[in-house]
């Protein structure tokens, strides 16, 4: 048995809890494109032919959360003859509001609470390799059926990739893995080839990684029934997937279909940030970082740097440096990473981090030169 194995995963936007983690995201989005200070907290079931829409929602605007469902799942190649949408949001509590929104501007945290960012230097977009590579096979089969290319392939699908670490420098792919919902009458055979000729093959081609990998496409059979009615899905039911993978930790609390003074979503960004930009200093090769919240409280109650032994200078070094260069306050956070803009349906699959092609501002390596020069300054 091998023993530097690591696996990783990922979903497509037919699975039925990213269609729930859509339908929140989208409601949130029509939320803040009316009102940047909407307080959103969407929730989404979807079971069987059935979807509930609940949380608690204060705006200024008006949106139909009913047409928003509709709009994630009709693209899917569902008809309004196969779900009823049951409507439930209510306002937000009194009790939570006056914590948030205080009488100085400032924003205190919706809820207290533990988020994590994390950086790896060994791929391009700082993600681990075995979550890039999973994401990419459900982003390149949805492209295809998009594209009308492949036949008979629905968008439920579920990915995994498996990366053999025995020699660090040098990584191998042990396998890959697929399952994709399906038309009744394909050939599975031909689907199988599909999927590794025209995704896994090309895939690993492009990272320079070997071929000689074990597949699995849809290897126990057809999977024809798919979505809500094959399998019941909830809001923030894949936080592994939208984080890193099983790389790093992850906090208690999910991001989809909250607004940004949930610090379960807007912290981990602000994690993110700061993981990216301290390995993107080359201050470390790997770094993980951990901020705790309470709630009403405009910052952090705790706030910790884990390099894994890769850091190039002192751990304490970097603590001072990042403590110079990044503003901990929550009104600051939503301010420089642009938290109250409608930005959120793009996120609800694929992952919220390693996303280059959406130019996302917890994604910008524009503190490196400001943590050089503090570092500097410290010594």
Partial sequence: MKQNLFTSESVGRGHPDKICDQIADKILDACLYQDKNSRVACEVLATNRLIVIGG????????????????????????????????????????????????????????????????????????????VLANEIVKRTTKLIDQKKFKGAKYDMKSQVTIDWTNIDKPIIDNMIASIQHDKDVDLNKFRKFVVDNVFIPLAKEYKLNTNFKTRVN??????????????????????????????????????????????????????????????????DRCEVEISYC???????????????????????????????????????????????????????????GRDELKLPWEKLNKVKDLLSNLNKAK
Avoid at 89 to 105: E, F, W, Y
Avoid at 337 to 351: A, E
Wanted: aromatic share 12%.
């Fill in 56 to 131: 608690e929602i204060t705006t200024k605007g008006y949106v139909d959360v009913t047409k928003i469902a509709w709009q994630v799942i009709k693209p899917l190649g569902y008809t309004e003859s196969d779900f009823t949408i049951i409507n439930n949001i209510n306002s937000q509590s009194l009790d939570i509001s006056h914590l948030v929104d205080k009488a100085n501007h400032e924003l205190g945290a919706g809820d207290q609470g533990i988020v994590y960012g994390y950086a790896t230097n060994k791929t391009k977009n700082y993600m681990p390799l075995s979550y």
């Fill in 219 to 284: 290897h126990v059979g057809a999977f024809t029934i798919g979505g809500p009615i094959g399998d019941t899905g909830l809001t923030g039911r894949k936080i592994i997937v939208d984080n890193y993978g099983p790389s790093a930790h992850v906090g208690g609390g999910c991001f989809s279909g909250k607004d940004y003074t949930k610090v379960d979503r807007t912290g981990a960004y602000f994690a993110r940030w700061i993981a990216k930009n301290i390995v993107g200093a080359k201050l470390a």
């Fill in 295 to 353: 709630i009403g409280e405009p910052k952090p109650v705790a706030f910790a740097i884990n390099c894994f032994d890769t850091n190039k200078v002192s751990l304490q070094d970097i603590y001072n440096s990042v403590y110079k260069t990044f503003t901990f306050d929550l009104a600051s956070i939503v301010r420089q990473l642009q938290l109250d803009r409608p930005i959120y349906s793009n996120l609800s699959v694929f992952g919220h981090f």
